[in-house]
């Protein structure tokens, strides 16, 4: 009964936001205190407004269920009371309501649990962003429009009324002084009416031209393959046209690392999809970032790249670029970090064509299986040549085994259990997941300081100390060892606790679950990537994704 309750929530979530292209929603499995729970935040498209919040008792029995926001910069101090979710008739477990987000930029969902368990809490980003500007209804337009002349008429006449008829006797007929008193009024009057309709006009114009040029625009790189050394270097610059000086300094000197990175980037080959890489560009200067390019074959190629703003705002910087044929190198200097990778698999278009060698993988799609570079594969748990339901959250399971059949646990890469990357075919779709959803783990761990601070508003850092400390941490890091690192990783983002207790908020199996709503009907392909041996893995599938159904 708890895995069907589980998959029907699943139907009525979506996904995440700003910090991926083409999805919308934030979805988080976790740990509320004693409950395990699933939280979908939709927010609005528009700010203030409000956001919807689902959120499934997986594990126990709640009676009441609270949701309230969190904003980056006023914490707790400045939080509202929380609002209470409404159980959803028929679904046990499943509660849903609605929270009001007032401010653009990083905020949270605190979830606050009381039922047969005590009391829980948990955590939720949300970037808000106003990204639409709504159109007036025709109709209503129209209505509004035939209203508006009644009560400018109305206005005219009764003006004009009160200095003629108004004060008339009762039988006597207006004299001409009073008549041309009468037009001389409502000539002022309709002057001074204009006047006040077209600064008003004016007023909404300003307001709305205002609006749109603070709508949410994605940020734009500039990449490009560079030669140091007689080596291929990938270089990407953010595009800061039209920034102040102090925007430039203030944002991209203030970014934090998530997953122990500063930037996480993936080059994927079109229209094939078929040629695809996991790197980690280290900063240069406060726009420039690079890293060694894998041996990809030559094409066009788009780029994908994300990182974290102190505030634990997360976002994509989106550019393509052309790689040329590049000179074979020796495997010591293939890449920077054994935590860069990359993958060659058949094209989404042409399946198994494809000459194998080492570093070639064939695409599976749900039912089947991919074979690792090792002699390892993954089952995608799904059902074979059915499509998937766009709108509908899907959990995307995957089951590792050795090249015995033996089931596979896999190691940690990056503080977690595993990653995977969702593209369309067109590239108008990309989003990176992990297990325990589509957020950022640095701005989770962002809120929850920021909701234990409850005596300050929060002050943008100086951002030559902010940085110093961030490239501190980032060298140690490159100091430890890949077990000291991935350990730290984990306990730092609260994955993992160096007891008895071992892990804390995800499962440690065979099986890895990353749930996901397909934002448009299309073809996807998934890549999937997990280590084992020390080694990261990258396996391919395909899915077919319908429209979603109309009821």
Known sequence: MKKLLFLLFLISISQFALAHIGSSGVQMQGQAGPYKVL???????VIPGTAKVSVYIETGSASSVEARPIYFRSGDKGAPSPDKLQIVPGQLGQFEGEIWLMENGSSSAQILIDGDKGKGELIVPVMAMSTAQREMPEGLGIGLGILG???????????????SDGLLPAGESLSKPRQRKKYINMGIASVVCAVILYGGS????SWAAEYKQYLYKPLQGNASIINKENLSVFQL???????????????????????????????????????????HPERKDSTTFEALLP?????????????????GFAETITDTIVIGEQPKRIAEIETTTNEDTYVITDPINAPGNVALDADVVICGKPGTKTVFQDGSYAVWEGKQDQALEAGK???????????????CLPEPYLGMMGHAVVVSADGSVYI????????????????????????????RPASAIFRDSVDSYLSRL?????????????TEMGMYEPNENGMVGMDHGSMISFPYSFPKEGRYRIFLQVKRNEKVLTGAFDVKVKGPVQL
């Open 149 to 163: 002349v009644l009560l400018f008429t109305l206005m005219i006449t009764t003006i004009g009324a009160s200095v």
């Open 39 to 45: 939280v979908s935040v939709q927010p609005p498209d």
């Open 432 to 459: 990176h997941l992990h297990p325990s959803g589509s957020f950022p783990m640095a701005a989770e761990n962002i809120f929850k300081n920021r909701l234990a601070d409850t005596t300050k508003l929060i002050k």
């Open 478 to 490: 490159k100091a430890m060892t890949t077990l000291e690192r991935e350990e730290f990783l984990m």
């Open 393 to 407: 959250a899907h959990q995307l399971t995957f089951g590792l085994f050795n090249p015995d059949g033996s089931e």
């Open 295 to 311: 041996s990809l074959p030559p094409g066009k190629y788009l780029v994908y790249a994300d990182i974290v703003r102190y505030s």
């Open 202 to 205: 004016s007023w909404w114009n």
């Open 237 to 279: 610059k953010i595009d800061t046209t039209g920034w102040a000086a102090q925007e430039r300094g203030s944002m991209l000197s203030t970014l934090i690392p998530d997953h122990g990175k500063l930037m996480h980037a993936f080059l994927i080959r079109t229209p094939g999809l078929d040629a695809f890489a996991h790197i």
